[in-house]
Nanobody, 124 residues
Framework: QVQLVESGGGLVQAGGSLRLSCAAS????????WGWFRQAPGKERELVAA????????YYADSVKGRFTISRDNAKNTVYLQMNSLKAEDTATYYC?????????????????WGQGTQVTVSS
């Protein structure tokens, strides 16, 4: 049974940092691309960052570019999202997801596996 489990969310003041982790189990994900999404109340789920399994290429939404960093550890089947200089508008539930296809800008429906989400709240 495949499971993706996020951790590291919490409450932080604006300007602070958090590091999210997503641990995968149930299969090997070394040939899967990873994405971090977020969803705020009343809004659609949006792609925040993605990383390629093949060459480590990354994609970032404009809203987080320069502040967030996605990384992965294939040996640990784990992907991370380092979030710095957090803003109130970063408040959302954050989800990790994995997919086989090469497109780093894949949409929500194109991902194969999802975690349950972790809440990030940034106070201003």
């Amino acid at each position: 049974q495949v499971q993706l489990v996020e951790s590291g969310g919490g409450l932080v003041q604006a300007g602070g940092s958090l590091r999210l982790s997503c641990a995968a189990s149930g299969r090997t994900f070394s040939t899967y691309n990873w994405g971090w999404f977020r969803q705020a109340p009343g809004k659609e789920r949006e792609l925040v960052a993605a990383i390629s399994w093949r060459n480590g290429n990354t994609y970032y939404a404009d809203s987080v570019k320069g502040r967030f960093t996605i990384s992965r550890d294939n040996a640990k089947n784990t992907v991370y999202l380092q979030m710095n200089s957090l803003k109130a508008e970063d408040t959302a539930t954050y989800y990790c997801a994995a997919r086989r296809g090469p497109n780093l800008r894949a949409r929500v429906g194109e991902y194969d596996y999802w975690g349950q989400g972790t809440q990030v709240t940034v106070s201003s």
